[in-house]
């Protein structure tokens, strides 16, 4: 009896292994998402407004455009202070970012602030 105990806590402990691995792997990538943040300073060329903010379309110095999300949301969860901005305003953003597949960069504002 102490034998099949012993057994089904063995066998019980081999099939919780995959699970503990699978969820240090997602911790892993999480971590790397956070440190991929970029910075982009230029001026506001396009809003698209939208539920909780807007899209501004930021063209920096070297005439690259960059799609950024400006949201109540992602700011108050990350300190930061929505405001606003309109077109032609020059703004410096700052938040985790991804590309398409035509290489569009797009923000997701962590801090935003006006440039004068």
Same mark, same amino acid.
């Given at each position: 009896m102490k034998a099949s105990f012993l057994s089904i806590g063995f066998l019980f402990l081999i099939a919780s292994a995959p699970a503990c691995s699978n969820q240090k792997k997602a911790a892993e990538t999480s971590q790397t998402s956070e440190q991929q943040e970029m910075e982009v300073t230029g001026? +506001?060329?396009k809003i698209e407004n939208?539920?909780?903010g807007y899209m501004a379309t930021v063209k920096d110095?070297?005439?690259k455009n960059?799609?950024?999300? +400006?949201s109540i949301v992602n700011l108050q969860k990350s300190g930061g202070t929505y405001k606003q901005f309109q077109t032609g305003e020059h703004i410096w953003a700052k938040g985790t970012f991804w590309k398409d597949d035509s290489g569009q960069i797009y923000i997701t504002a962590k801090d935003i602030k006006s440039v004068k």
């Open positions: 001026e +506001i060329v939208g539920k909780d110095s070297d005439n960059y799609v950024v999300t +400006i």
